[in-house]
Structure formats: C-alpha cells, structure tokens
C-alpha cells in the first residue's frame, strides 16, 4: 500500500485505539466519542475524517497546552502506578509483573527493569534529588532503588499485608508507606529502620502523602476518613469524616494549607 494519506489515517487511528485501551475510559464504549474523539488532536487525519460525523461531542479547547500523545509504549502487562523524576526527564512504573521500570520520557526508551518485588507493584515515586525511588508491593515489603543504576538499596519489611501507597519527605529522609493492615509506617532511608507505626486507621490505608514542609503525613483509607498526623511524633492530629466511602487518594496544597481527597 503506497497511498500516504490511507497510512497516515491508519497510523493515527492504531495511536487512538492504543491511547483508548490504555485508559479506564475503555470500560465504556460511549467513551470513545464522549472523551478519545473530543480530545483527540484536531488536526490529526482521525479527527478531521470523524468528527463531522459526531456533531454533538464536546468540543475541547486548550490555551497554550498540547494534548498530543507525545510516546506510548507497552509495558507487557497491567501497569499500577506512573510517576515522572523531579526534573521531567524519566517516567517510572509499578507493574503487575512484580517489575518497576524506569523509562525515557522524550523518547519511550526503557532505561531500566528494577527486579525484587514477588508480588505486584502498586505505588512508585522519586525522590526529591531524583536519585532513589520507592515502590510498594503486593508482597508486603516496600523497597528503595538507586534510580540511575537500579540497584536495590534496602527492602524495608514489617508489614503484615499489601503496601498500597509510597512516598518519600520532602528532604529525602524518610518514606512513608500505608498498608492493608490499616497503619501508616515512616521509615528512615539510609537505614531501612522503622521510625513510627501509625495507628488509627480502622481499615486499610489507600493513600499517604507528606505536607510539602515535611512536618505532617496524610492518609486516606477503606474506613472512609482522612487523618493527618505529626510527622515528628506520630500523634494524629486530625481525623477528617464526611466521605462516606472508600478514600482512594489524598494530597496536600503546594502550600500545605489544604488537603484534597478522592473517594469511592
């Protein structure tokens, strides 16, 4: 087939269904017009052949943002959790096949597969510096990596069921982690010590995250509140109920006044 115009179409249209299958959007047909076609690039072949035909899908405007898709890769099995490095140059990713790999974020290459975990990756990040990162697993351990040459830094164990969320201080000190068996533990980096097990939670811990001064934790949880707590002492500070299910996912304001959270 030497017709540019039908290849261009048929290259845009896989990068469409790769990008659609990619995303919780595909657990809903009606989403292909309602979100992949009316965010899809409008100068793109797809878009100009199909969106006459949708004269009632949204239309999408952006100031000054692309919302082109820059890379996508296949990772070979379900993907859990993506981060980008401080500095925007790698993308790390927690798997289900046990792996964290770390890619190139300009051009899709894989820099690294950290092997260890024996059990699903759910949770990844970066330090601050970008130097180490940190990954929670299925098999109860949370582990720390050197980013650059991936070597396995410590593997931090005393948890008695899932790891669901990891991340480090803002100093690069400390991780927190919280876990299916309903604490939030802090622990030192460079030791792999257990510093404070954080108890209040009365069911699993879905989400933990530091304030940006790295003085109180937040975590979100299966019990339905959101607790902040003393980074330093481990006191809890506040026990935030309102939601009235499942808290999947919690952050602080960059300027640490407020907190956001996310539920079921």
């Given at each position: 087939m030497n017709d540019p115009e039908r290849i261009s179409y048929l290259t845009?249209?896989?990068?469409?269904?790769?990008?659609?299958?990619?995303?919780?959007t595909s657990w809903s047909t009606p989403h292909l017009y309602i979100s992949a076609l009316a965010t899809w690039p409008a100068k793109q072949p797809l878009t100009k052949l199909w969106?006459?035909?949708?004269?009632?899908?949204?239309?999408?405007?952006?100031?000054?943002?692309r919302n082109d898709l820059i890379v996508s890769k296949l990772a070979g099995s379900l993907v859990e959790c993506v981060v980008f490095s401080p500095d925007g140059s790698r993308i790390v990713s927690g798997s289900s096949d046990k792996t964290v790999r770390v890619w190139d974020a300009t051009s899709g290459e894989e820099l690294k597969s950290l092997a260890g975990h024996t059990?699903?990756?759910?949770s990844v990040a970066f330090s601050?510096?970008?130097?180490?990162?940190?990954?929670?697993?299925?098999?109860?351990?949370?582990?720390?990596?050197?980013?650059?040459?991936?070597?396995e830094l410590k593997s931090l164990a005393g948890y008695t069921d899932w790891v669901w969320s990891v991340t480090f201080s803002p100093d690069g000190s400390c991780i927190v982690s919280g876990s299916s068996d309903k604490t939030v533990q802090v622990w030192d980096v460079t030791s792999g010590e257990e510093l404070k097990s954080l108890a209040g939670h009365t069911d699993l811990v879905w989400s933990v995250v530091f304030s940006p001064d790295g003085s109180r934790i937040v975590s979100g949880s299966e019990d339905k509140t959101v607790q902040v707590w003393d980074a330093t002492s481990g006191e809890e500070l506040k026990s935030l109920a309102g939601h009235t299910n499942s808290v999947w996912s919690v952050m602080f304001s960059p300027n640490g006044s407020r907190i956001v959270s996310g539920s079921v």
């Open positions: 845009d249209a896989e990068c469409f269904v790769t990008t659609f299958c990619g995303t919780s969106k006459p035909h949708f004269l009632i899908v949204l239309l999408v405007q952006t100031q000054g943002i059990n699903s990756v759910w601050l510096d970008g130097s180490r990162i940190v990954s929670g697993s299925d098999d109860k351990t949370v582990r720390v990596w050197d980013a650059t040459s991936g070597e």
